[in-house]
């Protein structure tokens, strides 16, 4: 259940690290440069917000095929289908058919497969997360979600990376999200169990794709970005790079204090700002 918990852990640190425009706004903030950069915000997180209920999803069905279909766990209560283990192919098939709602409201359409490794279904195995005919409230779904299994390093911090190729969103009104990114989480837990202030985690890796306004997108963590469990899962160091077509922002996570304080950098004009 630990290891369980820590993976997803990993995951939503994505979410809060990797969708970072959300600052006060005045008049003077240096990010109203650069065009169109909210929506790529909003972008972001929508995909990192599908990202993590494909996860959440796959890992609570490989529970369903752990525990030979008993609901005991996570959210197998709440799924209106039921899983359909194959472990000759080592394939989950989740089947919503023409649409069914959980019990959070989500209505989902089509089928999620999941693909995992090890000889059997493991929340710590890797595992492939592909879709057809899927849809979430509507949104189209489709591309391919990896996951590495979750590794334990010499020096005992937890390793986990994700990548996410050709995913492609298609929203109710007509616009399209196209993304592409491959992150590496380290988890350094410091011997505890518990999410203690000690606990840190460092993220690396990038991320690119086209807005639903057509504008192409790449951000690139240029130097590790360290997020610890007691500041509000905001980076307290670290430096990401953002560029559009037209601008290029970098954001400094400062040197390890929990006061939420960035420097941003724009078109060689810089500012200090508090994050949300």
């Not at 993976?7 to 706004?25: E, P």
């Not at 599908?50 to 095929?65: F, G, K, R, T, V």
């Not at 192919?89 to 989740?94: A, E, L, N, P, R």
Request: glycine share 8%; proline share 2%; hydrophobic share 30%.
């Amino acid at each position: 259940m630990i290891m369980k918990n820590l993976l997803k852990s990993l995951i939503l640190i994505a979410l809060f690290s990797l969708t970072l425009w959300s600052c006060k706004k005045d008049d003077t903030n240096p990010f109203d440069e650069i065009a169109d950069s909210e929506q790529i915000t909003q972008d972001d997180a929508t995909v990192s917000e599908e990202n993590i209920d494909s996860y959440d999803l796959s890992d609570d069905a490989i529970l369903y095929a752990i525990s030979n279909g008993r609901e005991e766990d996570g959210r197998l209560e709440d799924f209106c289908v039921k899983p359909i283990v194959n472990k000759a192919s080592k394939t989950i098939t989740v089947d919503f058919g023409t649409g069914c709602t959980d019990k959070s409201g989500r209505n989902r359409k089509g089928k999620m497969i999941i693909t995992y490794t090890g000889i059997i279904p493991s929340p710590t195995n890797g595992r492939t997360i592909t879709f057809e005919n899927y849809s979430v409230d509507g949104k189209e779904i489709s591309g391919t979600i990896t996951t590495s299994a979750l590794q334990i390093n010499a020096d005992k911090t937890v390793q986990h990376s994700r990548t996410a190729s050709n995913m492609l969103i298609k929203f109710t009104d007509g616009t399209t999200l196209k993304y592409n990114g491959n992150h590496t989480f380290i988890l350094d837990i410091n011997g505890k169990s518990d999410f203690s202030n000690k606990v840190s985690v460092k993220i690396t890796g990038s991320s690119s794709g086209t807005s639903r306004k057509g504008v192409n997108f790449t951000n690139t963590i240029s130097k590790a970005l360290v997020t610890k469990f007691a500041c509000a899962k905001v980076p307290v160091e670290g430096i990401l790079e953002v560029t559009t077509d037209k601008n290029k922002a970098s954001i400094d996570y400062g040197n390890g204090s929990c006061d939420k304080k960035v420097t941003v950098t724009v078109n060689g004009k810089s500012k200090e700002i508090s994050l949300k």
